[in-house]
C-alpha cells in the first residue's frame, strides 16, 4: 500500500493486481522491509497514482510533515541521499525518499524508492528504529535493489 506522508491514494482503488512481499526474520535490523509490485488497470490509473506521490512528497516536504487520519501531525525531516544512479527509471516516473519520521519513541528512518513505468509500478521500503539510522553506504546498497526492481520493472512494463 502506498504510504507517504500520511496522504490517501485513491489511486489505490484503481489496482488490477498486486503483490508485496515482507521480509521478517530474527535480528533482521529492520522495523519494516518490504517490495510491491502493481499493475494498474491502465496507463492514466498508473500516471495518476504517480502524480499522489509525487504531490503527497511534495506537500510533506513544504509542510515537513504530513496529517494522519486521526487528525495528528507527523514530522518528516528529509535526510540527504547519495548518488542516485542513472539505470532507475527517469527522474519523473519516480520518487527516492530517505527520512526521518517522527519524534521521540515513535520515530524511525524511512528509505522508500517509488517507480513507476507503463502500467506497472515498484515500491521498495525500508523502515529502521530510532536507535540506528541508515549510514550512506547502507542507503547505496538499497539504490542498487532499486536498479535491479527498476530493470525489472522496464521489461515487465514494454519501456
Known amino acids: 500500500t502506498l504510504d507517504l506522508c500520511s496522504a490517501q491514494f485513491d489511486s489505490e482503488l484503481l489496482r488490477k493486481e498486486r503483490r508485496q512481499v515482507l521480509a521478517n526474520r530474527i535480528d533482521n535490523p529492520y522495523l519494516f522491509l518490504s517490495t510491491e509490485s502493481v499493475r ?17 512528497y511534495n506537500n510533506c516536504v513544504k509542510s515537513s510533515g504530513g496529517t494522519e487520519r486521526d487528525g495528528v501531525f507527523t514530522k518528516y525531516e528529509f535526510l540527504n541521499l547519495p548518488k542516485i544512479p542513472a539505470n ?8 527516492i525518499v530517505h527520512a526521518k519520521i517522527g519524534e521521540g519513541e515513535a520515530m524511525r528512518y524511512l528509505f522508500g ?47
Not at 88 to 95: H, I, M, W
Not at 130 to 158: C, N, Y
Open 40 to 56: 494498474y488497470r491502465n496507463l492514466a490509473a498508473a500516471q495518476q497514482a504517480l502524480s499522489e506521490v509525487k504531490l503527497s
Open 113 to 159: 524508492a517509488y517507480q513507476y513505468s507503463g502500467d506497472m509500478f515498484t515500491g521498495l521500503y525500508v523502515v529502521r528504529g530510532s536507535d540506528s539510522p541508515f549510514t550512506q553506504e547502507e542507503i547505496t546498497r538499497w539504490l542498487e535493489v532499486a536498479v535491479v526492481m527498476a530493470d525489472r520493472l522496464k521489461s515487465s512494463s514494454g519501456a
Open 88 to 95: 532507475l527509471v527517469s527522474e519523473q516516473n519516480r520518487v
